[in-house]
């Protein structure tokens, strides 16, 4: 697929379609999700527990629509940076919302080393962007309004609900797993015993302790890689300097090796470059696209514009 900065018709009738595919995406992890907490409400209170579970569904949907934002930014310690201590970033932003035609998101900073960035918020008008102290130590300004732009790309591409939303559920997911590794033994047994099924309970317990962290995996993954790519071109396109945001990816790949950031797991996808750094087969279960992929096509996109008429027309195009 091309997206062209010259042609406005198939550029708004993209962002259409990829609106409404995190939209449906966003409905199948919350449903996918609420099935997974009434299956374990009903092994571990029987009827009961399923209207529990049912009750708990509908809270914790609302809740991850809400102030999933509010969670993300918690759990990692972010605090907001006031425009006193680094009025330059906050014009920065400033003007890259301004190119994307939203309104400023609110800034914070994250009490880490490690160089890295992620937006969140359920909208353009609830929207922040979280930079690591990290980042502005080890890119120039150049590469750090590339990060910046790709961050506000996942805002106007509205992709801060669904990975919000899914890093929550992911969390909550692995919650319902442990619960029911501590508490379901007994309440199982005790129930299996007069229906004379122990056996097939116990397996089905199993089955679930199973399910449940391969579940959130699945989905983390089905956020999508191609988020990652839309928000590339995105950024690219704000910034107006492809090679500056390749240039930033592969120094913050370079720091999540050197510098992992393993604090709250189940949200790496937000960020612009997995903080969990893996190598080898498990790179295959990363939640992002491969590094070298990514600046192959950033690099490609600056060259295209460099030599061809869409550089003279204003235009980018980036393939994904």
Not at 182 to 206: C, H, K, T, V, Y
Request: aromatic residues 8%.
């Amino acid at each position: 697929m091309a997206y062209s900065g010259t042609d406005t018709h198939s550029r708004s009738s993209g962002s259409g379609w990829h609106r409404l595919g995190n939209a449906l995406k966003t409905t199948v992890l919350l449903a996918g999700l609420t099935a997974l907490v009434l299956v374990i409400g009903e092994r571990l209170g029987g009827p009961q527990g399923l209207m529990f579970a049912g009750l708990f569904a509908v809270v914790m949907n609302f809740g991850s629509y809400w102030f999933s934002d509010r969670i993300a930014l918690a759990i990692h310690g972010a605090q907001p940076l006031p425009y006193e201590q680094a009025p330059w970033l906050h014009q920065m932003i400033e003007r890259l919302a301004a190119r994307a035609g939203m309104p400023k998101p609110k800034v914070y900073i994250l009490p880490t080393r490690t160089p890295n960035a992620f937006a969140t918020g359920r909208n353009p008008s609830h929207a922040a962007v979280a930079v690591t102290a990290g980042l502005m130590d080890i890119l120039d300004r150049r590469e750090l309004e590339g990060v910046l732009a790709h961050e506000l790309g996942h805002v106007r591409n509205r992709d801060t609900l669904i990975g919000t939303v899914a890093a929550t559920l992911a969390g909550i997911i692995s919650y319902a797993a442990q619960m029911l590794f501590w508490f379901g033994g007994s309440m199982l047994s005790r129930g299996d015993e007069e229906e004379g099924g122990g056996i097939a309970g116990a397996f089905a317990n199993l089955g679930l302790l199973l399910v449940a962290p391969i579940a959130a995996t699945l989905l983390q993954l089905a956020v999508s890689r191609s988020r990652e790519y839309g928000a590339d071109a995105t950024g690219a396109e704000l910034c107006g300097d492809p090679d500056a945001l390749a240039d930033a990816l592969l120094k913050l790949e370079r720091g999540a090796e050197l510098m992992p950031y393993d604090r709250a797991p189940a949200t790496s996808h937000l960020f612009i470059v997995n903080p969990l750094h893996h190598g080898g087969v498990m790179s295959l279960f990363s939640t992002h696209p491969p590094i070298p992929e990514r600046v192959r096509r950033l690099r490609d996109m600056g060259a295209r514009s460099a030599r061809g008429s869409r550089a003279a027309r204003g235009g980018w195009e980036y393939a994904y």
